[in-house]
């Protein structure tokens, strides 16, 4: 039975979903739930400094532990009645491959409509797939399917045929790195309810129908990695992680400019900007000197000069991946730009010369509600809002059980005492029955009480309540498939 996040300050049935982004520079941590207008309220918000991660890849399990554990603690400041069980976490990291197959089925009698049995055997097949050795299968996305000879078709539930095929968006991690970022998790006795790819977590969190039905490419530029998904003719079609972002981009200023990280750091927040044109020439930046040395001064338009050379470099690899796929020419809906990269000043100016495209930044405002907007706007929170939505995708799905009820924290501290009690005497008993058998040599078949240990800061199940259509929903069903496809994940491989 899952257990669910909850809070004494809301008397709302939604469960409470906690979405966590272990970034490379940051570790975001948002718990949020739906209204009765089918938007997301946010219960409470954490940040902290990353620790223990490069490029997306858990490289130090305590450090990262420390960093997550941070985040939650902030969290709960905001919140403090808010008591955490199990979240939904990103994934991202210069380890991720992406790769299409077509998979096809022949079923025994055409008489007999095609169920969602079938469909789901059609996925699971594709998990016979040969990857790479060490590899793991994250995310199959169904794309679109193929019924005998009739036109593609994003749902063929209900259909009938012989044949059922389709294309799929199979998505693989290196399985370690996967491991790691469950460690992490485990470490605070929390449950990791999925692994997210980041990509398609921010697409969620920023695409309209209209997006996904003219095509845009999301351009998730984070501090290890920059994270790119093309959507066309509302379907995914493509996921990629660049090896280049923000972290790169400091580490190009701190080695030019010879000053140290946190300078570089601050310089290129306070002042950078993507395009060096658009600098100051007759702006300067004064540095202090180290250890009695006289100060530095830069010019703002040498910092500007550093900063686009990377920028272009990121947007020239996000632009070779569209090109692969020979629909470069048909995003009506241009280019998204998300993560906290895209918070450098005139990046968009950038993006449109490099690219050719129009290009605007994704906020995360989309799904949730109005008294959150101002707080959430901004850029860095799109994976984490992402994830929330997959949790209620999941929900909705049935695919997490059922609901729980709201717990104070008297209650769930009276209950872990009684868990506690019943526990110590049971070992208090299984320590006199073996002295006893020890002194008597006779066995002793007491029957004793099943005790299920459990992490309390979870929930009691609660009953389930009609759920009114959403956003998300009328954006799913509308375009029949994208985000929904996303977040089909069927049968995801156990992480171990």
């Known amino acids: 039975m899952n257990t669910m996040n909850t809070s004494k300050t809301t008397n709302n049935q939604q469960p409470i979903i906690v979405g966590l982004d272990i970034g490379t520079t940051k570790v975001v941590a948002i718990a949020g739930q739906k209204n009765e207008y089918g938007k997301i309220d946010i219960l409470g918000m954490g940040l902290a400094d990353s620790a223990g991660v490069d490029h997306g890849v858990v490289l130090n399990i305590e450090e990262c532990t420390q960093s ?4 939650l603690g902030a969290l709960k400041m905001k919140n403090p009645d808010l008591v955490i069980n199990e979240v939904y976490v990103g994934i991202a990291g210069k380890h991720i491959k992406s790769m299409q197959v077509k998979g096809e089925i022949v079923r025994g009698d055409s008489d007999i409509e095609i169920t969602k049995e079938d469909v789901d055997k059609l996925i699971n097949d594709q998990r016979q797939l040969f990857i790479p050795a060490g590899d ?5 996305i169904p794309q679109e399917f193929r019924v005998d000879d009739a036109p593609r078709k994003v749902n063929p539930v209900g259909m009938y045929g012989v044949k059922l095929g389709a294309t799929f968006h199979v998505i693989t991690g290196d399985k370690f790195s996967i491991r790691n970022i469950k460690r992490c998790v485990d470490k605070l006795g929390l449950v990791t309810q999925d692994l997210v790819l980041q990509p398609l977590a921010s697409a969620a969190a920023i695409l309209s129908a209209e997006d996904l039905e003219a095509g845009v490419a999301v351009i998730d530029i984070g501090g290890g990695t920059t994270d790119l998904a093309i959507f066309h003719d509302g379907i995914l079609k493509h996921t990629a992680v660049i090896p280049y972002a923000g972290t790169n981009i400091t580490e190009d200023i701190r080695k030019i400019l010879q000053v140290l990280k946190a300078q570089a ?3 290129k927040v306070k002042f950078g900007t993507a395009l060096a044109q658009e600098a100051n020439p007759d702006a300067y930046i004064t540095i202090p000197g180290l250890r009695g040395l006289p100060p530095k001064e830069i010019a703002v338009r ?3 000069a550093i900063i686009e050379a990377r920028m272009k470099e990121i947007l020239e690899f996000a632009m070779d991946e569209l090109k692969t796929l020979n629909i470069d020419h048909e995003l009506f809906g241009g280019i998204i730009l998300t993560g906290g990269g895209s918070e ?6 950038l993006t449109e010369f490099v690219t050719g495209f129009n290009a605007r930044i994704g906020y995360p405002v989309e799904h949730v509600s109005a008294n959150n907007i101002k707080e959430l706007e901004n ?3 799109s994976t984490c809002i992402g994830l929330i ?4 995708s999941d929900y909705e799905a049935g695919k997490i059980g059922s609901t729980n009820s709201l717990t104070s924290k008297e209650e769930v501290e009276l209950t872990f005492q ?5 526990k110590n005497e049971l070992e208090t008993s299984e320590v006199q029955k073996e002295a006893s058998q020890v002194v008597e040599n006779e066995d002793f078949n007491d029957t004793k009480e099943d005790v299920t240990t459990q992490t309390w800061g979870g929930y009691e199940d609660r009953e389930d309540k009609t759920k009114e259509k959403n956003t998300i929903k009328k954006i799913f069903d509308s375009i029949k498939t994208s985000i929904v496809n996303i977040f089909e994940d069927v049968n995801d491989d156990k992480i171990d």
């Open 379 to 381: 850029p860095r929170y």
């Open 265 to 267: 750091e601050a310089m």
């Open 136 to 140: 793991q299968i994250i995310d199959i």
């Open 418 to 422: 009684e868990k506690a009690t019943e």
């Open 68 to 71: 997550i554990e941070n985040a």
């Open 302 to 304: 040498n910092l500007a």
């Open 389 to 392: 939505l997959r949790g209620y």
């Open 344 to 349: 450098l000043q005139n990046v968009l100016q």
